[in-house]
């Protein structure tokens, strides 16, 4: 998806003659060749300020048009990039809630599963293990719809009506009166909820520079893994004090709560929307029925949608960058979601935990989550900011750096082998609770080395992307969980885990293969997107 950012040069509006004509400062320069649609090695790129003009103009016809609608300079208060750092947090702050509420009716009413189980006669542990992983498949499936879309009217109203619609379909969860309704409608919560989550990252690329891009990502970046480890804890106390339905009932009266602070006080940031805005606004002051964007492809509404509901699974596919991490990414996330549904039954039958205390155990994965967050968010940007103050070319394999990537690949396994074999040899519940904070840092490291990574490789196209890592991801987290159990029944405790350990191993030269060839396979690959 076209996460654009027009370039700094600017057109003033001539009102009297009613058309915008390009500043006399600064013109457009000709190309001699098509941009790559991948990151360019400098700042303005990074920034997320694409060099390409739409492919049916020239570039000396954008400088002789007379019609043409830009920012009003580079310093333009209008451009998203320049709001500021208030207004820039407030938007970041409110997405971040939304990606936070909308995980939570993942797994909160995991501790719940058994008497909901009893309650609609059902015995089977894959429909146990499916009623979990139903949700998440909704989170495979609604970034296909959701990205394009965002493109085609904007990320403010998918963010507005994605809330509304997830609380409308958590009253109907928690109003269920059998297992096919629940699933259904925990299908359509996930579908609604998979907004936040997909077009997150475009949003803060839209808003914020290349040197404080990882610390809000970060931020940002919590709502899908934190919330699901959080979760549980509330809902076991609160299935045992009241019933599974107030899990939902909870989550519905959450996500009411972001209606209206979101509706008063989120702001449109996807540039080619804004300048639409003001192209409309120019042709009503004006007259001048003429004037267009300098970012409108002239295509149709139609074929823009078409184009961009396939570019997610062109990425995914054609782009191996994307496809290699993308595939990353998916292991690491269903191996967390096989671990969150160990959780009740390894402590409830290895250590005689009951409802309320078992929820706790899904604390240790959030607070490694919450380091991971704090060591990466500063590492990163760090690292950006020593770049551009030696004046070097800011690449997006920074993100990749072996000094922060290879040690949170190398900690997965290490988390996984704590957990599996102290579970399996009974010791002090402590010491499993430490694996799943190691791993659960190291998992915040892993994915926000490569979500930061691509969404500089491909700043325009970050919704798309992260469409792409979205519905692999998703499907690893929905599915390797229904064959997890069955895993540790086979293996046990302490080779199941380490199975999953081995695995994760398998991909610790990833980031390190990417980060010294990455530049060459950007070069080389570059389909039409």
Not at 42 to 53: H, R, S
Not at 92 to 97: A, K
Not at 171 to 190: C, E, H, I, P
Request: charged residues 15%; contains cysteine; neutral net charge.
């Amino acid at each position: 998806m076209a996460d654009e950012r027009p370039a700094t040069n600017s057109t003033d509006v001539d009102l009297e003659k009613g058309h915008s004509r390009p500043s006399s400062s600064q013109e457009l320069k000709p190309k001699t060749e098509p941009e790559s649609d991948s990151l360019h090695t400098n700042e303005k790129t990074l920034n997320n300020e694409p060099e390409q003009e739409p492919e049916h103009n020239t570039a000396s016809q954008l400088v002789d048009d007379p019609n043409l609608v830009d920012w009003d300079g580079p310093d333009d208060p209008e451009n998203p990039m320049n709001w500021p750092d208030r207004q820039k947090w407030l938007n970041i702050g409110l997405i971040s809630l939304l990606t936070f509420v909308t995980p939570l009716g993942s797994s909160m009413f995991a501790p719940g599963i058994p008497a909901i189980m009893v309650q609609f006669g059902e015995t089977s542990s894959i429909t146990a293990t499916f009623v979990v992983s139903v949700y998440i498949l909704g989170f495979a499936f609604g970034p296909l719809i959701v990205a394009p879309v965002s493109e085609m009217w904007g990320r403010r109203p998918l963010y507005i009506w994605g809330n509304i619609f997830f609380v409308l379909f958590s009253v109907g969860t928690a109003l269920s009166q059998n297992m096919d309704m629940m699933m259904a409608f925990r299908f359509l919560m996930g579908v609604a909820g998979s907004v936040p989550i997909t077009i997150g990252s475009g949003s803060i690329a839209d808003i914020m520079p290349v040197e404080m891009r990882g610390r809000a990502m970060s931020a940002w970046a919590l709502g899908p893994l934190l919330g699901p480890c959080i979760g549980p804890v509330a809902g076991g106390y609160l299935i045992r004090e009241t019933s599974w339905r107030w899990v939902y009932w909870l989550v519905c009266i959450v996500g009411g709560i972001c209606i209206p602070p979101s509706f008063l006080y989120m702001k449109e940031t996807y540039a080619p929307i804004l300048i639409e805005r003001k192209v409309l606004k120019l042709r009503k002051e004006t007259g001048n029925n003429n004037l267009h964007s300098k970012l409108d492809s002239g295509q149709s509404v139609a074929d823009k949608f078409k184009i961009a509901i396939v570019r997610p699974v062109k990425l995914l596919f054609l782009v191996p960058i994307v496809t290699s991490m993308a595939l990353y990414v998916a292991i690491v996330y269903g191996i967390l979601y096989l671990l969150i549904t160990t959780f009740s039954f390894v402590y409830r039958d290895q250590y005689g935990f009951d409802e309320g205390t078992v929820g706790l155990t899904f604390l240790p994965a959030g607070i490694g989550m919450m380091i991971g967050v704090v060591v990466f968010g500063a590492l990163s940007d760090m690292l950006v900011k020593r770049r551009m103050a030696a004046g070097g070319d800011l690449v997006p394999e920074i993100r990749l750096t072996p000094a922060v990537a290879l040690p949170c690949a190398t900690v997965l396994p290490v988390g996984l082998f704590i957990y599996g074999w102290t579970t399996e040899k009974q010791v002090h519940f402590i010491v499993p609770m430490l694996g799943v904070v190691i791993f659960s840092a190291g998992l915040m490291g892993v994915m926000m080395c490569i979500q930061n990574y691509l969404l500089d490789t491909f700043p325009r196209y970050a919704a798309s992307v992260t469409a792409a890592l979205a519905v692999l991801r998703s499907l690893a987290g929905a599915l390797l969980p229904l064959a997890g159990l069955e895993m540790y029944n086979a293996l046990g405790l302490g080779w199941g885990n380490s199975l999953l350990g081995f695995l994760s191993a398998a991909m610790i030269p990833l980031p390190l293969l990417f980060y010294l060839y990455g530049a060459r396979l950007r070069a080389k690959s570059n389909p039409q997107l």
